[in-house]
C-alpha cells in the first residue's frame, strides 16, 4: 500500500488544471480565423458556385454568406462558437480532473 507521501502517489495524482478562459480564447482565434480564412479563400479562389457547403453556415450564424462581408460575420460567429466550446471543454476537463484527485 502507497501512503500519501509516496512520490510516484503524488505524480500520478497530480493533474494540471486548464484555465477555461484562455482555452476559450484560443479556441475562438482558432475557429474565428479559420472560418474567416476559409471564406476570403473560396472568394479569391473563384469559380461559377463559390462555397456552396460553406454557405450552408448561414443556417446555423445569422448573416453568414461567402462574401467579403459575410466574412467578417464568420469571423465573429466562429469565434463565439469556438469560445463557447473551449470553454465548455476546459470546465468537463477540469471537472473529470477534480474526480481524479479525490
Known amino acids: 500500500m502507497t501512503s500519501r507521501t509516496d512520490p510516484l502517489y503524488e505524480v500520478s495524482h497530480a493533474v494540471a488544471r486548464m484555465k477555461a478562459g484562455v482555452l476559450a480564447?484560443?479556441?475562438a482565434v482558432i475557429c474565428g480565423g479559420?472560418?474567416?480564412?476559409?471564406?476570403?479563400?473560396?472568394?479569391?479562389?473563384g469559380g461559377p458556385?463559390?462555397?456552396?457547403?460553406?454557405?450552408?453556415?448561414?443556417?446555423?450564424f445569422i448573416g453568414y454568406s461567402v462574401s467579403?462581408?459575410?466574412?467578417v460575420v464568420g469571423l465573429f460567429w466562429g469565434a463565439l462558437a469556438?469560445?463557447?466550446?473551449?470553454?465548455?471543454?476546459?470546465?468537463?476537463y477540469?471537472?473529470?480532473a477534480g474526480l481524479r484527485t479525490r
Request: hydrophobic share 60%; proline share 0%; net charge positive.
Open 34 to 45: 479559420g472560418l474567416f480564412l476559409a471564406t476570403v479563400w473560396l472568394l479569391i479562389k
Open 94 to 96: 477540469n471537472s473529470v
Open 49 to 60: 458556385r463559390v462555397g456552396e457547403h460553406l454557405n450552408l453556415l448561414s443556417h446555423f
Open 25 to 27: 480564447i484560443i479556441f
Open 82 to 92: 469556438g469560445a463557447v466550446i473551449g470553454w465548455t471543454l476546459g470546465l468537463i
Open 68 to 71: 467579403w462581408g459575410g466574412s
